[in-house]
């Protein structure tokens, strides 16, 4: 019940192309959904994030869409650049007292663009 | 804003050593720091949860023995890894959450990584 599921596990696209990643979970009890960048060697840093109670948020190039019944999440990349070149993380928290306010990571998306 | 650095970024030590890597977060207090490992091409594996002056609660399987954790104020963790052998080279991440009065949003900010290399 813990499980994020994240898809594809790779994905390449051509400059100026929208990747988009999908997110699934199954505790109800997430209440908050960030998505991180990692780029080789460095940690990762946070990219947008999103709260049940909404169902788009955009942030320049990103924008996270939110299905709640479904229970689904994902991530699109407008313009895609080059330097966009990252794995990509969702991730799900619950931010009540008792979780212990862990977050639960899918397995990650290794995106290229190319030139 | 919501800085958390890591130190050393890279070490290299022989068998049988201990190593120490500390996180700070640097513009915020972090009532909860993590310690992560990720292997290369994989996702974020959690080690263990430290919260200030309490001791931490580590992940199944992880050893509390050899990985030592100290969460000594509200901007320092430290990890130790103890009598350190070749199978514990990894990339190890902190993190760190704010704290509810921090300016920054409810989640957890990662520092930059430390490679661990044990010869």
């Known amino acids: 019940q813990q499980q994020v599921k994240q898809s594809p596990q790779s994905l390449i696209v051509q400059k100026g192309g929208i990747p988009i990643i999908n997110c699934a979970y199954e505790?109800?009890?997430?209440?908050?959904f960030p998505w991180y960048q990692q780029f080789p060697g460095k940690g990762p840093a946070l990219l947008i994030a999103?709260?049940?109670?909404?169902s788009e948020k955009k942030e320049g190039r990103f924008t996270i869409s939110f299905n709640k019944s479904a229970k689904q999440f994902s991530l699109h990349i407008m313009d895609s650049q080059p330097g966009d070149s990252a794995t990509y993380f969702c991730?799900?928290?619950?931010?009540?007292?008792?979780?212990?306010?862990?977050?639960?990571f899918g397995e990650g998306t290794q995106l290229t663009v190319n030139p | 804003g919501a800085v958390v650095s890591q130190h050393p970024s890279r070490v290299i030590c022989k068998s049988g050593t201990s190593v120490k890597i500390e996180c700070r977060s640097l513009?915020?207090?972090?009532?909860?720091m993590f310690w992560y490992r990720q292997f290369p091409k994989k996702s974020l594996m959690l080690m263990a949860t430290?919260?200030?002056?309490?001791?931490?609660?580590?992940e199944q399987g992880v050893e509390k023995d050899k990985f030592l954790i100290n969460h000594a104020s509200l901007t320092l963790s430290t990890l130790t890894v103890t009598s350190a052998h070749p199978e514990d080279s990894s990339f190890y991440i902190c993190?760190?959450?704010?704290?509810?009065?921090?300016?920054?949003?409810?989640?957890?900010?990662f520092g930059p990584g430390t490679r661990l290399t044990v010869l």
């Open positions: 993190s760190a959450r704010p704290t509810r009065l921090a300016a920054f949003p409810d989640t957890q900010y």
């Open positions: 505790n109800t009890a997430f209440d908050y």
């Open positions: 999103i709260r049940p109670d909404v």
């Open positions: 991730a799900a928290l619950d931010s009540s007292e008792t979780s212990g306010s862990r977050l639960t």
């Open positions: 513009d915020f207090q972090a009532t909860t």
């Open positions: 430290s919260n200030e002056g309490s001791k931490a609660t580590y």
